[in-house]
């Protein structure tokens, strides 16, 4: 009976497997804050759970943040099928990996961009985008704004951005999510 449910388990896996993969990969234009500017000093994993509403649609999955001087790298899961990944690294090369058809369609940087508004500081992110943004730092919160229009904002439940629960709202094109720290 083991035998069966071995021989059932790696069939599973395989056809997981032949599923198509996208990978995309870019170089990323100037304006994206560089890796250096995330000031990581040691190589960490950080479990997440990630929550997700889009369009009155809700998705959960589960996350890991693995960052280091030379890269982050995001890899998000479900019980029954990873996601994505994303990979950035300290020469600006963004990559992007997904075995799914709804997130296949997802622009890399747009991910990208939501993580650097989250984790980068704004000092890093108002030089590297540009006069047309400005990001308020208030306490525990940051609201962003592009030419003079609010676009995000965000809520932390500690002063270590990289290790808090957050909350998310991208109030230019209407999803929200929330980040909780898996301990």
Not at 12 to 40: R, W, Y
Not at 43 to 62: L, S, V
Not at 149 to 157: K, N, V
Not at 158 to 168: E, N, V
């Amino acid at each position: 009976m083991k035998t069966i449910a071995y021989i059932f388990l790696i069939m599973i896996m395989c056809v997981g497997c032949m599923h198509k993969k996208q990978e995309v990969t870019n170089i990323l234009p100037a304006n994206f804050a560089p890796l250096s500017d995330l000031n990581i000093t040691k190589k960490e994993n950080i479990p997440q759970i990630i929550t997700g509403r889009y369009k009155q649609k809700n998705m959960k999955a589960q996350g890991v943040l693995a960052v280091s001087k030379d890269s982050l790298n995001l890899i998000a899961l479900t019980p029954i099928s990873r996601l994505f990944t994303l990979s950035y690294s300290k020469n600006n090369e963004l990559k992007f990996q997904s075995e799914m058809s709804e997130f296949k369609k997802m622009k890399p940087e747009y991910i990208l961009f939501d993580l650097q508004l989250i984790y980068w500081s704004k000092t890093s992110l108002e030089k590297s985008f540009g006069e047309n943004y400005r990001i308020y730092d208030k306490g525990l919160s940051r609201d962003v704004f592009a030419d003079n229009t609010h676009i995000a904002h965000i809520e932390y439940s500690g002063s270590d951005r990289l290790h808090s629960d957050i909350k998310f709202e991208n109030l230019r094109y209407g999803y929200s999510y929330k980040i909780e720290i898996q301990k």
